[in-house]
């Protein structure tokens, strides 16, 4: 690679790709083989793969005592941990959410036949606008689940106002947001309860895996019946449930990428801060910024690319991809535009336009202890010579 680029260069002109490999948004964080090995080999010998081992009630305790809350309930993924949280609090009728978010925000409210009813962001932080929210409350609604989205806590304290006022139940999609905080305490502690996210693309991933935390007895004790098919004891069914069990080896990856923590989040801030070097002064090319005075996991580079910029966001996209660097346009194209949703409300966009602008902006650049400077400086090479 030549340290000044022109666009003959670049992949798109014949020239060959940048990389050699294709570099991805979302490649595992993963800690020490020789640890989960370890584990791996015990639960082998224990022959307790499942149901409640001894590494699923290890894994929940360490999570809980990290981000300092009461209870943390291990599910399979994510999007159970939603559903099994959301009927938990026996939200129904009408649920607000964004619309900007990952599409199993949504799906884990209809997949139980509760409408989710998209409200608008603030288009300077991506997350929902409290005012927005209070114009879709009606007299269905039953709750409102905000998504802390990127890791940056989403309106915690307008939205409990709002839900107060109208008597509604809030919790957290926090599956971007494990070792963050709002107002210096980490995110978990907030709602009636947060679920996280810990598939294999996320900051702290268990493989596959989710769960709830909550500082809520009762609400707990709930979760781990209907995780469990309401078992409470042998023979004994005492309450509706699926089967929504993180499995041993899950536990086994959690707990060792725990003890990795500290050196992902160094990684990605290293990688943000080049990132944000790379690009600096680039026409209509924001970069999203984190506040350093809350703890950040930086998981996500996020930039929007505003009209002032010379070229389109898809363009950005395009010869990104041809240079082998698989960037995605997440969350585009919003909730409300997708095939399930889009036939039943063809004019939510109308009160979405926020939505509707961030989600056509927006590009997601590879991050990760995978990811280094030198490989920084070429993805940001690659954009600058496109200006
Ligand atoms: N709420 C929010 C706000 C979420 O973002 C998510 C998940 C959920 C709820 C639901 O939680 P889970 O039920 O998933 O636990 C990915 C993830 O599959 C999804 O978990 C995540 N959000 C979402 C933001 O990203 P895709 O469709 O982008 O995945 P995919 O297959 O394109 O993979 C992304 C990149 O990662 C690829 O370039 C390949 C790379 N990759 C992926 C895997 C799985 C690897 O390099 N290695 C791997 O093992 O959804």
């Known amino acids: 690679m030549k340290a000044i680029l022109s666009k003959q260069d670049l992949a798109i002109n014949g020239a060959p790709a940048a990389f050699d490999q294709v570099l991805h948004v979302g490649r595992p964080n993963i800690g020490s083989r020789e640890a989960f090995n370890s584990y791996v080999d015990a639960m082998f010998e224990s022959r307790w793969l499942s149901n ?15 981000l300092g809350a009461k209870h943390c309930v291990a599910m399979c993924n994510g999007t159970v941990a939603l559903e099994i949280a959301i009927r938990a609090l026996g939200l129904q009728g009408e649920v607000i959410v964004p619309s900007y978010t990952f599409i199993a925000t949504a799906h884990a409210l209809s997949w139980q036949g509760i409408t989710p009813v998209f409200a608008d962001i603030d288009p300077l932080t991506h997350n929902l606008d409290p005012v927005a929210v209070e114009r879709m409350v009606t007299p269905r609604t039953t709750g409102i689940i905000g998504v802390h989205l990127w890791g940056r806590a989403a309106p915690v304290e307008d939205l409990q106002a709002i839900a107060d006022k109208h008597g509604l139940q809030v919790m957290f999609d926090a599956a ?19 679920v996280f996210s810990f598939h294999a693309t996320k900051f702290f991933n268990t493989f596959e895996g989710g769960a709830v935390v909550t500082n809520d007895d009762e609400l707990a004790e709930t979760m781990r019946l209907m995780r469990n098919f309401g078992f409470a004891g042998l023979d004994n069914v005492i309450h509706p449930g699926t089967n929504g069990k993180m499995i041993e080896v899950a536990a086994a990856m959690g707990l060792v990428n725990l003890d990795a923590i500290d050196s992902v989040i160094a990684a990605n801030r290293r990688n943000y801060h080049a990132y944000a070097t790379g690009l600096s002064g680039l026409p209509g090319l924001t970069l999203l910024p984190y506040d350093e005075d809350e703890q950040n996991n930086f998981q996500y580079v996020v930039i929007e690319v505003g009209e002032e910029c010379p070229v389109s966001r898809d363009q950005i996209i395009q010869t990104l991809h041809a240079e082998n660097v698989l960037a995605r346009k997440y969350f585009w194209p919003g909730c409300h535009n997708m095939k399930p949703y889009r036939e039943f409300y063809p004019h939510a966009g109308l009160l979405l336009p926020q939505t509707q602008l961030i989600a056509d902006q927006v590009v997601v650049l590879p991050t990760g202890p995978t990811i280094d400077e030198f ?13």
Do not use: W
């Not at 490989?375 to 496109?386: E, F, G, Q």
């Open 176 to 194: 971007h947001a494990f070792s963050c905080s709002h107002h210096g305490q980490k995110i978990g502690n907030f709602g009636r309860c947060e």
């Open 52 to 66: 409640n081992g001894p590494l699923v009630q290890a894994f929940e305790q360490r999570v809980a005592n990290y």
């Open 375 to 387: 490989m920084i400086d070429i993805v940001t090479s690659i954009i600058r010579v496109l200006m």
